[in-house]
């Protein structure tokens, strides 16, 4: 079992920046799937960037060139870096992990943390 537990999550204004982080309890960084994904109210929850077990990253199209998603393997944390935050940012994210290549970019991810909230003023 694989426990995920994010944080970094808060209010900034519009154009701002926050970074998330993902510390899993054990040491899955270089062998897993490793992605993030948003839940905002009232919406279907949605991938925002992924990095896989051989170093591809995937990044949804609303948030290409403003989100960089890494891993520290030492340190066993998965990061989420957002710039140029908008309103339609505002969301809970979440970590995800799987074993499986690709599958972190799906609903079907194997773990889930609990999620940290993002919200984004105007």
């Known amino acids: 079992q694989v426990k995920l537990v994010e944080s970094g999550g808060g209010s900034v204004q519009a154009g701002g920046s926050l970074r998330l982080s993902c510390a899993a309890s054990t040491r899955i960084y270089s062998r897993y799937c490793m992605g993030w994904f948003r839940q905002a109210p009232g919406k279907e929850r949605e991938g925002v960037a992924a990095l896989d077990s051989d170093g591809k990253t995937t990044y949804a199209d609303s948030v290409k060139g403003r989100v960089t998603v890494s891993r520290d393997t030492a340190k066993n944390i998965l990061y989420l870096q957002m710039n140029s935050l908008k309103p339609e940012d505002t969301a809970m994210y979440y970590c995800?992990?799987?074993?499986?290549?690709?599958?972190?970019?799906?609903?079907?991810?194997?773990?889930w943390g609990q999620g940290t909230q993002v919200t984004v003023s105007s």
């Open positions: 995800a992990a799987d074993p499986r290549s690709g599958y972190c970019y799906t609903r079907n991810a194997r773990y």
